[in-house]
């Protein structure tokens, strides 16, 4: 049998193969394939396990925006508190022997700085991040994708919990949550590279933006899921609304650990270690002259960062994430808090009705990849949603169409404008650069989550109106740096077919 790979197979050596697929080993060896169904059922497996690695992606990573979103529900929590037992000192202190109005619930966010301290934790969270994602991307491509997320993702769900820990052993200290937070957005940094490395190594071209677009509402379902269950808790124990999203995480971290399947050759490497003769014991033992694997002459490297770099589109696109990002991480962070002074409500309500932001993102992010992948022009599609985002971020009675206009350029780069320059013609075949692409691209975007937060903190102290400024300006800046690839893409007489939906980008 001889297999044009690229990669040695040796014999009884199924390769890395997590414990997904013990159910079809036993199911073959018990009933092996015979005339038609050797050739028909592996094709339906493959089939299904691109699904299931499709559903098992997504779930990953809902997890990991679970757990990133209780730091916004809990915000205003932390501050009531410490103005509630204030005003009760004042009116009751009768009833409570000792008590005085330097006395707080919660401390260090019972002073008037309040809102940069909140900023603070933020920017402590997201620098990390960004730092952290440069150097994530570059390891990730040299490390198996199904160990490295499963141990990022364990140690998120322990400084996940850590944090909610503060609560139960009354810690009020500004430092253990500025560690906590930087700790966590480092180890968060292993979860993006890996999971569209791996979405990028199960499914081609075609239809590629509706595929991700689809794939890419995990970051809104996540962060409602995180708003619910946070809000279920944040008025009677703000602590469980960490420990349990830190919970989640961590279980499905061992979930990934037992059934992700990294690469879809694994898959197949497997079906052919099925499919050969086994000996009495049930085992399967190939002579090694049956097996021949051919190599080639210079199997390639995985991409510098430099290399990454000089891809066309990748600075375009990275530039314009950071200030498409900033918008979205601003409302992410801060708009629950918003919501809580500007219209009233407790903790619990403004985070369900935050939610809307995040039900316009599912939308805004399936249909800027089918609009991409119909006219093959991804630049345009993220210039025009960013056109009419601008309006729409200081309308609070638009949360479902901001939502979608906003976050459908921040999806569609991250997942589709990233696997398209990861796999770009210019790599000639190389498909060890999509992680490094992708961690270049969001963590420059990450660098703008890392900065509207930080700013909006500052701002708002001044005034909402001041942070709403801010999101239009950042908006048009992201806009202004895709006019080049957008005149490319309606110029160039080589724009990609919209059957392939990838990045026209030369």
């Known amino acids: 049998m001889t297999l044009n790979t690229g990669e040695p197979v040796g014999p009884c050596d199924p390769g890395r193969i997590p414990?997904?697929?013990?159910?079809?080993?036993?199911?073959?060896?018990?009933?092996?394939?015979?005339?038609?169904?050797?050739?028909?059922?592996?094709?339906?497996?493959?089939?299904?396990?691109?699904?299931?690695?499709?559903?098992?992606?997504?779930?990953?990573?809902?997890?990991?925006?679970?757990?990133?979103?209780?730091?916004?529900?809990?915000?205003?929590?932390?501050?009531?508190?410490?103005?509630?037992?204030?005003?009760?000192?004042?009116?009751?202190s009768s009833q409570l022997p000792g008590f005085t109005d330097t006395d707080c619930s919660w401390k260090p966010f019972d002073k008037s700085n309040y809102k940069q301290l909140l900023?603070?934790?933020?920017?402590?969270?997201?620098?990390?991040?960004?730092?952290?994602?440069y150097l994530s991307g570059i390891i990730g491509e040299r490390l198996p994708i199904r160990l490295y997320l499963s141990v990022g993702m364990l140690m998120s769900g322990l400084f996940t919990c850590l944090f909610g820990l503060g609560y139960v052993y009354n810690i009020h200290s500004l430092s253990f949550y500025i560690f906590v937070q930087v700790a966590n957005g480092l180890v968060q940094t292993?979860?993006?590279?890996?999971?569209?490395?791996?979405?990028?190594?199960?499914?081609?071209?075609?239809?590629?933006?509706?595929?991700?677009?689809?794939?890419?509402?995990?970051?809104s379902v996540g962060n409602i899921l995180g708003s619910l269950i946070a809000g279920y808790w944040v008025s009677s124990n703000w602590g469980l609304s960490f420990i349990v999203p830190?919970?989640?995480?961590?279980?499905?971290?061992?979930?990934?650990?037992?059934?992700?399947?990294?690469?879809?050759?694994?898959?197949?490497?497997?079906?052919?270690?099925l499919l050969l003769p086994?000996?009495?014991?049930?085992?399967?033992?190939?002579?090694?002259?049956?097996?021949?694997?051919?190599k080639s002459e210079s199997e390639p490297s995985a991409i510098s960062f430099m290399g990454a770099l000089r891809i066309p589109g990748v600075i375009e696109f990275s530039l314009c994430l950071l200030f498409a990002k900033l918008v979205s991480y601003t409302f992410l962070f801060w708009l629950p808090l918003y919501i809580t002074k500007a219209a009233h409500l407790d903790a619990k309500k403004?985070?369900?009705?935050?939610?809307?932001?995040?039900?316009?993102?599912?939308?805004g992010g399936i249909l800027a990849g089918v609009i991409s992948d119909k006219l093959g022009k991804r630049a345009t599609t993220c210039a025009v949603m960013l056109l009419l985002a601008a309006p729409t971020v200081s309308l609070m009675c638009m949360l479902v169409v901001c939502g979608g206009l906003v976050n459908g350029p921040y999806a569609l780069i991250t997942t589709a404008v990233s696997a398209d320059l990861g796999t770009h013609k210019s790599l000639k075949g190389n498909s060890r650069a999509l992680s490094t692409v992708t961690a270049i691209i969001d963590g420059t975007g990450s660098v703008g989550a890392?900065?509207?937060?930080?700013?909006?903190?500052?701002?708002?102290?001044r005034g909402w109106d001041q942070v709403f400024y801010m999101l239009m300006a950042a908006d048009f800046l992201a806009l202004l740096l895709l006019l080049r690839l957008v005149a490319k893409e309606l110029t160039s007489a080589n724009v990609v077919k919209p059957r392939s939906g990838s990045t026209s980008v030369e």
């Open 19 to 92: 414990l997904a697929l013990t159910p079809i080993h036993r199911l073959l060896r018990e009933n092996p394939l015979e005339g038609g169904d050797v050739v028909s059922s592996p094709s339906d497996l493959l089939i299904w396990y691109r699904a299931f690695t499709f559903s098992l992606t997504f779930l990953l990573y809902t997890s990991f925006h679970l757990s990133r979103k209780p730091i916004s529900i809990v915000k205003s929590e932390l501050h009531k508190n410490c103005s509630a037992l204030m005003d009760l000192s004042t009116t009751s």
């Open 119 to 133: 900023g603070a934790m933020d920017y402590s969270f997201l620098c990390a991040y960004a730092v952290g994602m």
């Open 190 to 219: 292993t979860g993006w590279p890996s999971v569209v490395t791996c979405i990028g190594n199960w499914f081609g071209k075609g239809r590629r933006g509706l595929i991700m677009g689809i794939w890419n509402s995990h970051t």
């Open 246 to 273: 830190g919970v989640i995480i961590a279980v499905m971290g061992v979930v990934c650990f037992l059934f992700l399947i990294e690469r879809k050759r694994f898959f197949i490497f497997t079906l052919i270690h």
């Open 278 to 294: 086994q000996e009495d014991g049930g085992s399967v033992c190939v002579p090694v002259q049956q097996l021949v694997v051919v």
């Open 350 to 363: 403004a985070g369900d009705l935050s939610t809307l932001f995040d039900v316009g993102g599912i939308v």
């Open 450 to 461: 890392a900065i509207g937060p930080l700013l909006a903190g500052v701002l708002s102290s």
